[in-house]
């Protein structure tokens, strides 16, 4: 079993920048698929991000909406996983949920991920 807790929404004005993370509990986090996803009222949970490895083979995979703009990354030792996102824009707006997948390699669809966290929220004003 694995615990997801979101922290470091808010508030920002477009062109701004938030940082988000994802503290995980349970074993074995470095084995497991870390994504981001997220979700506006009265829209399907979109794919944001993706991680899975270490140093040595790491692997990450971007929604074409965000490349250039966020950074997914992750501290195996520390049990976590954040989103660096720049250049928010007002349609970045959503609640921002963590997901972890055990399994091997990069997954973009929500069914493919085992665990969810709560959610955060991101608010960008125009």
């Known amino acids: 079993q694995v615990q997801l807790v979101e922290s470091g929404g808010g508030l920002v004005q477009a062109g701004n920048s938030l940082k988000l993370s994802c503290a995980a509990s349970g074993r074995a986090f470095s084995s497991y698929a870390m ?6 009222p009265g829209r399907e949970r979109e794919f944001v991000a993706s991680s899975w490895g270490a140093s040595s083979a790491y692997y990450a995979d971007y929604a074409d909406s965000v490349k250039g703009r966020f950074t997914i990354s ?53």
């Open 35 to 40: 994504g981001w996803f997220r979700q506006a």
């Open 74 to 126: 992750r501290d195996n030792a520390k049990n976590a996983v954040y989103l660096q996102m720049n250049s928010l824009k007002p349609e970045d707006t959503a609640v921002y949920l963590c997901a972890a997948r055990n399994g091997r390699g990069v997954r973009t669809r929500p069914y493919e991920y085992d665990y969810w966290g709560q959610g955060t929220q991101v608010t960008v004003s125009s």
